[in-house]
């Protein structure tokens, strides 16, 4: 009996230093990505929780765990942060239902309603991001604008077909749910011969999209900085590094408590900057070069325009989480309809209309083409949002990598960077930091907001919103399809990888010339 509590303990110890404690849902968003945390094993509903996070903005809410199965660890203590102060776990007395949600309401497990699920995508898909859409119409024309109606039917289609393989028949005839999160289901299709490769292509695919997106905060900082104040004797590349200065505290977040306490209100700042820049569009709606709007594309920087509006689309890898801490999950359809319908009439309105306004002067950052005598007030709001987001992906991309490489157990390939008090040790520090200056000199070196878009879209845009789902919805359930679901599924995984295969090559043919340019300045 001696030997199973010392067992028991020294579980629970391991636990305490190799999990994540942190399981924190937020109500309101960015638009965000994302962010995730892995443990593949363990359950990766982390992953799309802190992807929940990335993309949402985060008000805070606390969404409590999966019922866990028989026998499984209680919670942790400080579950509520990402924290790694070495909390141990719960007393005895403190059921799952007495435990961290216990502490905000008094009550069991929050659930959210279809709207507040419905914001949350919302923040996903209507973010910073679009700010790039009308330089997708300047390449694209009517077909860009056509484009973003298609991209948002497809990811709408996607975003349900991947829930639907969370669901599998029981021997009663039931639908109930065997998987919580989307490497669950990409494990399930590739098991039993290859068990956790699906996992780890998901995670492989959402540590790029992370580590892209904070890239891409660096350089729309760095750009809305110099175009805000161009008499100043300030490069770009140097408001990116002024930028980074201020962004390096990040190596050493705990948590993300504080930073979350702006998220609301950048959301919110962003939604009327969204609105100021319409309505100055407006103004000048008798100068609207509709002549300018054709059925043609620029064949070599349309494919780079797919990949920004794929991009701007994308929500799919924390959907799983999404849908499984609602009130009522039969609503999820629903909300994804008009949460789509709604992004792509703003994103087609707001496209074409900045579009109408500057015409082939359209900038890839919108706002660099409004007056001088606003851009700069707007592009302070901007900058401050960005540097305020960046935390999100970095500290989910943070959390991947450490799980992946530094954590996971027996399978680790370095050393726990975690003493055995829970805290960061002074090389793991050095990572973290070095993670910092990795997308500053990404940001220095290629600071091309629309062409690094274009490349993150295409890349893994493309794979985790319409590659991935298909093949998935077809792999898991195809006896049970019918026959215009498979032809939907097939033609959207061709479509797609055609899409994909298409902008990453031009995305990335861009990169290389604009890098051999920086070279040669």
Same mark, same amino acid.
């Given at each position: ?5 010392? #067992? $028991? ?47 949402? /903005?985060?008000q ?10 028989? &026998? ?5 203590? &400080? ?18 239902? +007495? ?18 699920? &419905? ?16 330089? %997708? ?22 975003? $349900? ?38 996992g ?82 407006? #103004? ?7 002549? $300018? ?53 703003l ?15 359209? $900038?890839?950052?919108?706002t ?25 992906p970095f ?6 990598? +450490?799980k ?17 008090? /829970? ?18 000199l ?11 878009? &274009?490349?993150? /879209? ?5 794979g ?26 097939? %033609?959207?995984f061709?479509i797609?990888?055609?899409? #994909? ?10 990169? !290389? ?5 920086? !070279?040669?300045?």
């Amino acid at each position: 009996m001696a030997t199973l509590i010392r #067992s $028991k303990l020294s579980n629970v110890a391991t636990s305490v230093s190799n999990k994540s404690q942190a399981k924190v849902s937020g109500m309101f968003a960015r638009m965000g990505f994302q962010a995730a945390t892995d443990e593949e094993a363990v359950g990766f509903v982390h992953c799309d929780d802190l992807d929940m996070e990335h993309r949402q /903005g985060l008000q805070m809410d606390i969404l409590k765990s999966d019922v866990s199965e028989e &026998g499984a660890e209680p919670p942790l203590e &400080g579950d509520i942060h990402y924290q790694r102060d070495g909390t141990g776990p719960l007393p005895p007395s403190a059921s799952k239902d +007495e435990g961290i949600c216990s502490e905000l309401s008094g009550q069991g497990k929050p659930k959210i309603t279809a709207w507040e699920a &419905g914001w949350n995508v919302t923040n996903a898909i209507q973010g910073m991001f679009v700010l790039g859409l009308p330089y %997708a119409i300047l390449h694209g024309g009517y077909l860009g604008l056509f484009l973003i109606i298609f991209a948002a039917v497809v990811c709408c289609y996607t975003g $349900k077909i991947l829930i639907a393989c969370l669901y599998e028949e029981n021997e009663d005839g039931e639908i109930v749910r065997v998987r919580d999160s989307y490497v669950d289901i990409a494990n399930a299709c590739c098991a039993p011969r290859f068990p956790k490769l699906g996992g780890r292509i998901v995670n492989v695919a959402q540590i790029i999209e992370l580590v892209m997106t904070c890239i891409l905060y660096v350089v729309v900082s760095g750009n809305l900085m110099y175009n805000s104040f161009p008499n100043l004797p300030v490069s770009q590349k140097s408001w990116s590094i002024i930028a980074t200065a201020v962004l390096l505290p990040c190596a050493f977040l705990k948590n993300l408590k504080a930073v979350s306490k702006f998220s609301l209100l950048c959301t919110l700042a962003h939604f009327v900057i969204n609105i100021l820049v319409i309505a100055y569009c407006l #103004s000048r709606a008798r100068d609207w070069a509709w002549d $300018k709007v054709k059925f043609y594309i620029d064949v070599k920087k349309f494919p780079i325009s797919i990949g920004i509006i794929v991009f701007s689309y994308t929500s799919q890898i924390f959907l799983p989480s999404l849908e499984g801490n609602m009130q009522h999950p039969k609503e999820f359809h629903c909300m994804m309809n008009w949460t789509h319908i709604a992004a792509c009439i703003l994103k087609g309105l707001f496209a074409l209309v900045a579009y109408l306004t500057w015409a082939d002067e359209t $900038k890839e950052v919108i706002t660099d083409n409004l007056p001088s005598t606003i851009r700069a007030v707007v592009n302070l709001f901007l900058v401050s949002k960005a540097l305020l987001s960046y935390p999100l992906p970095f500290f989910a991309a943070v959390e991947v990598l +450490e799980k992946s490489l530094f954590q996971d157990g027996n399978r680790a390939v370095f050393p726990n960077c975690y003493g055995g008090d /829970g805290r960061l040790k002074s090389w793991g520090l050095t990572l973290r930091c070095a993670l910092v200056v990795f997308t500053l000199l990404m940001a220095i070196y290629v600071p091309h907001f629309a062409l690094l878009m &274009g490349l993150t /879209g295409s890349l893994t845009g493309a794979g985790l919103c319409f590659l991935l789902p298909s093949l998935f919805h077809l792999k898991l359930l195809w006896r049970k399809l019918v026959w215009h679901h498979v032809f939907f599924d097939v %033609a959207i995984f061709v479509i797609g990888g055609i899409c #994909s295969v298409s902008g990453f090559i031009h995305s990335l043919e861009g990169l !290389i010339e604009a890098y051999g340019s920086n !070279i040669e300045d």
